[in-house]
């Protein structure tokens, strides 16, 4: 079971960027997926989570609005398009599989990727 995200980057404020997670090794496409970033120093927090078909969607309120959550079950991966990024984004990124639960919380996820970093400057 790997989750593999990428495409983190170095983007100015009011950029755009989009994140890809790459399943294998699972049923990937029985799982809910989800987003949490972790900035430097802070917990890994909740941004975005989409259910298993892509029917329901979720976010945090510090990002919604500008990032969409989406998926592709035929190519076993999951997007985060972030968009109007700012300084306060800066972070690592990572996906993980939902198992139920509160959804903020990462202790209800598991599978988790190696994370991407995704940079903002002013």
């Known amino acids: 079971v790997q989750l593999q995200a990428s495409g983190g980057g170095l983007v100015q404020a009011g950029g755009s960027l989009r994140l890809s997670c790459a399943a294998s090794?699972?049923?990937?496409?029985?799982?809910?997926m989800g987003w949490f970033r972790q900035a430097p120093g802070k917990e890994r927090e909740f941004v975005a989570r989409i259910t298993w078909n892509g029917g329901n969607r979720y976010y945090a309120h510090s990002i919604e609005g500008r990032f969409t959550i989406s998926r592709d079950n035929s190519e076993n991966t999951v997007y985060l398009q972030m968009n109007s990024l700012k300084p306060e984004d800066t972070a690592v990124y990572y996906c993980?599989?939902?198992?139920?639960?509160?959804?903020?919380?990462?202790?209800?996820?598991?599978?988790w990727g190696q994370g991407t970093l995704v940079t903002v400057s002013s």
């Open positions: 090794g699972y049923t990937y496409g029985t799982y809910d």
């Open positions: 993980a599989a939902f198992m139920g639960g509160n959804y903020y919380d990462t202790k209800n996820y598991n599978y």
